[in-house]
């Protein structure tokens, strides 16, 4: 049976060295760093939560290229989430956090690209919030880096500056729920698949940025991210 259109290109990130990463789906953890959480308006462990983003809401930035994002509609208040980005190769339903590594292919720096304002208005109204999170280009990505090259990330720098201002800084080990109990949590939920990508949470400093503005983001064991806002 024929599809009754072409179906769009399978979104992709590219991979450090060649070739391309599939992408299956996005998950996103929330409130994961303390210090966030606390300018968000909450305190202490809670349990993790999460959210998603289409999985053509990536837009992928070649090793040593400015990515260009266009500043997105409905919004007067774009925020940047710096945040390390999981990718799975091997899928899996309730796995141990204890395994959790063999189920990843990689990390890539991430940026989590928020409508702050419309996000803000979904809570007050007790909506979901999707509009705030999960539109065109809201996930800007570097190229993926092998854990094979990398090794398990658990500590390490991670920042972003806007126009070369430092605005979030913090270190992986910092984050309250660490990749593999998030990933134990995410697949008693979902089934995970190759190709998922979960952008891990972000440190304390968020803020707005405009038209013009170029976002640079440092993650230690995996380099820069660099994208310019239109």
């Known amino acids: ?34 210090e966030h959480a606390q300018e968000m308006g909450f305190t202490g462990r809670e349990p993790p939560f999460f959210f998603l983003k289409p999985a053509d809401a990536v837009l992928p930035v070649a090793d040593g290229a400015i990515g260009e994002m266009a500043y997105p509609p409905l919004t007067a208040n774009l925020h940047h989430e710096i945040e390390l980005v999981v990718a799975i190769a091997t899928g899996g339903r309730n796995i141990a956090a204890a395994d959790a590594a063999r189920h990843i292919w990689g990390y890539a720096v991430g940026l989590d690209m928020t409508r702050r304002d419309l996000q803000n208005d979904m809570k007050k109204q007790g909506r979901p919030w999707c509009i705030g999170k999960a539109f065109d280009e809201s996930a800007p990505i570097a190229p993926l880096q092998p854990i094979a090259r990398t090794g398990e990330l658990t500590k390490g720098a991670i920042t972003v500056s806007v126009n070369g201002a430092v605005r979030q800084k913090g270190d992986l080990s910092e984050l309250i729920w660490n990749v593999a109990e998030t990933i134990e949590t995410l697949s008693k939920a979902w089934t995970l698949q190759p190709g998922d990508l979960i952008y891990t949470g972000t440190p304390a400093g968020v803020g707005a940025v405009v038209s013009g503005d170029l976002l640079e983001g440092f993650i230690e064991g995996l380099g820069t991210l660099k994208v310019r806002i239109k």
Do not use: D, E, K, Q
């Open 1 to 34: 049976m024929s599809f009754v259109f072409t179906p769009p290109a399978t979104p992709a990130v590219p991979v450090a060295g060649g070739g391309l990463f599939p992408v299956h789906r996005i998950y996103c953890v929330g409130r994961n760093y303390a």
